[in-house]
């Protein structure tokens, strides 16, 4: 048995996940099967044999699991791995290296197998002797989805193993005799006379179609099996691939599958193939239709047969078909190549490009070809044709079962670190967010934006969030006020009992709170006042410039909620404030926070909403992130401290914040809280 280079699909990718949607948008499929292609075809420009494969053990912790497997020479190893860890597809697909030997053998342990289904081209075989394998017409859409959700059904009833092999071997074309055969058939066609008939027709179209594509691409050997443990689902499974990974057209062709079953001849030698990393040999058993067609016309001369008027058409008609044409030269074209270094080892059997790849057809001498010679044809294909069989999986619009997503890794922080790293970055006017995807830090202002909602559910880190917030406005402004309305009155009355020498002012009740707004509101009369008195002022900054001690106010509601289940006055009074201050707050250094855990429509109002400039939102409903983002995307978020960032409609990403440190589980002087005593020096 031999050992191949084997990768595993470790997870499945999360294709709602915002780094593939920034770089693939929300219909990301097409872009993701091209991406697939690109990267194959770089790999298939060496020899390589590659075998992609799905496993479906319901028994497994893991039930499904995809494999891509490599049969290549031990020098080109490294620029394999190389060529893989350093893709574009690896950022996506996590496909790690199997080291293990036990492993090896255990994907390659095929002893459950009780029956195979060999898929090959849809042929046309006609009575009067035509022959023509279609190439596979590519599903662009075709994401395996289906498939794989039919391997679950069919686990729940019947559990059973499955394997799916897609298997591609470069093809030398040097000495093919399907070559001679094409140009042989073309050229009796082309001096017969004929009556029309539309069988005919397809074959020659088709074997011109053959002409242009396999002059001027690299080809492949292929299989296409499905392995399974007993032959119940042998009808159905391979009917749904080859529906799901051609076009409709193709579907409607005729089509016979091989299958063979333990003790049938053939069984053995297709095992041995899939075991081993190679194609099934050429001489396996036809389709019982192909046979009959094989013994009553494949011994028969090209020539002859395609000549022969009296017995392909009828007698008596002067039409002909027209001339044929040689097909047009397209310009050679390089396909991408693997990262190297140094020359690449050149091989005489690795299947070139341009119009050297195979003999120009139109040359060739045509010889005593037989209509079997035109047989492997039914085995070749270029990797566009085969190019929706060798895909991985695209889970789009949602993820299959049987296989875990991929929990993607956020850059993170304490609150402490990111202090220690990027406290520079804080000033009077600027706070940091956190660390955007990428590791970014990111900042807001409250000169720019005054106001501010944040949401989330319990245990998503919106109260952490806004500690975050209140230690970095306090270390750059600690002699401003902060009025917190805590209904809650779980964090901010323990926080302001540990900074005491800090004007943070709390209420717990409802009825507290209408007392906290005429303080807030006498804040802001004493700040006209002033930029009234002094000439030329405008705006906060203006009277800090003269030399006025007067500071930013912070305004926290925390829990939104309480006030829409409070009286109708106080509902009414926060909200045209909030209407106030955003038209005069920036000027008077007046801002507001605005929190709540369910931020849907019965507790913030379109009109609440539209004075918030911006929105930090963790988790919440999807109902709550349509209301306050107009997007659903934050039912996704799963990790706590995780939020995004909305400042418009074309303003938004994800974002990182930092951890704040539990007071009630560290002292408070040997938490960042302890360095505002810096602050007040």
């Known amino acids: 048995m031999i050992m191949p280079i084997a990768f595993q699909l470790t997870h499945q990718p999360d294709f709602k996940s915002l780094a593939i949607k920034d770089r693939y948008g929300n219909s990301p499929l097409q872009k993701i099967a091209a991406l697939q292609q690109e990267f194959f075809q770089s790999l298939l420009r060496d020899s390589f044999t590659l075998s992609l494969r799905y496993l479906y053990d319901p028994h497994a912790p893991q039930q499904l699991q995809i494999f891509l497997l490599f049969h290549t020479p031990e020098q080109l190893k490294l620029r394999l791995t190389s060529a893989l860890q350093t893709s574009e597809f690896q950022q996506i697909y ?14 390659q342990n095929l002893d459950w197998v009780e029956a195979i ?8 075989i006609s009575d009067k002797g035509y022959y023509l394998p279609h190439p596979f017409a590519p599903n662009p859409d075709h994401s395996m989805v289906e498939l794989c959700e039919q391997f679950a059904r069919i686990g729940n009833f019947s559990p059973e193993k499955f394997l799916l092999e897609i298997t591609l071997q470069p093809y030398p074309t040097q000495t093919a005799p399907w070559k001679n055969a094409l140009d042989t058939l073309l050229s009796a066609h082309t001096k017969a006379n004929s009556s029309p008939d539309a069988t005919l027709e397809t074959v020659i179209k088709g074997i011109r179609d053959y002409q242009t594509r396999y002059s001027h691409a690299p080809l492949f050997t292929y299989s296409l099996k499905l392995l399974a443990e007993s032959d119940r689902h042998l009808s159905t499974l391979p009917t749904l691939w080859l529906q799901n990974a051609t076009t409709s057209e193709y579907n409607h062709l005729p089509h016979s599958f091989l299958t063979i079953k333990r003790g049938d001849p053939a069984f053995q030698t297709s095992l041995d193939s899939t075991q081993n990393l190679q194609i099934s040999p050429e001489n396996s058993p036809l389709p019982p239709a192909l046979q009959d067609w094989q013994q009553q016309f494949g011994n028969r001369n090209i020539s002859q047969l395609f000549g022969a008027k009296s017995y392909l058409w009828s007698e008596g008609t002067t039409k ?34 341009g119009s050297q790849a195979l003999t120009k057809f139109s040359n060739t001498q045509p010889s005593a070809a037989k209509m079997q010679d035109l047989l492997p044809l039914r085995h070749l294909t270029t990797l566009e044709e085969i190019s929706s069989f060798l895909r991985v999986i695209i889970p789009t619009p949602h993820p299959v079962p049987g296989m875990a997503i991929a929990q993607p890794t956020y850059p993170t922080m304490t609150a402490e670190e990111m202090f220690n790293k990027y406290h520079h970055l804080i000033t009077p006017d600027t706070y940091i967010v956190g660390l955007g995807n990428n590791g970014n830090v990111i900042t807001s202002s409250w000169e720019e934006i005054p106001h501010r909602l944040i949401a989330g559910q319990p245990g998503f880190g919106k109260t952490n969030f806004i500690q975050w917030i209140v230690f970095q406005f306090l270390y750059k402004n600690p002699e401003a006020k902060i009025y917190v309305m805590d209904f809650k009155a779980v964090d901010f009355p323990d926080l302001k009992s540990f900074l005491p020498n800090f004007s943070l002012e709390v209420v717990t009740e409802v009825e507290e709170a209408l007392t906290m707004i005429e303080a807030i509101d006498l804040e802001e009369e004493n700040r006209i006042k002033l930029i009234q008195e002094n000439k030329g002022a405008r705006r906060l900054a203006d009277l800090q410039s003269k030399g006025i001690p007067i500071y930013r106010l912070l305004w926290i509601i925390d829990e939104a909620a309480d006030i829409a289940d409070a009286s109708y006055d106080l509902a009414e009074n926060i909200e045209k404030r909030l209407k106030k201050y955003a038209r005069k707050g920036r000027s008077f250094g007046i801002n507001m926070i605005y929190a709540a855990q369910t931020p849907d429509s019965s507790v913030i109002s379109k009109q609440v909403t539209e004075q918030l400039g911006e929105k930090t939102v963790f988790k919440v409903s999807y109902g709550a992130s349509m209301n306050v983002l107009e997007i659903g995307d934050a039912e996704n978020i799963n990790k706590k401290g995780r939020a995004i960032l909305h400042r418009s ?33």
């Open 94 to 107: 996590s496909f790690q290296e199997i080291n293990n030997h036990q492993q090896l053998q255990t994907i």
């Open 649 to 681: 409609v074309n303003d938004w990403f994800y974002v990182n914040t930092p951890l704040m440190p539990d007071l009630s589980k560290q002292p408070f002087d040997k938490t960042i809280w302890a360095k505002l005593s810096q602050a007040t020096l």
């Open 117 to 124: 289904v060999e898929i090959t081209k849809a042929e046309t």
């Open 320 to 353: 002909r078909v027209p001339n044929y044409t040689p097909p047009p030269q397209p310009p050679s074209q390089k396909l991408p190549q693997l990262p190297t270094q140094g020359d690449r080892p050149t091989s005489s059997n690795i299947t070139s490009t």
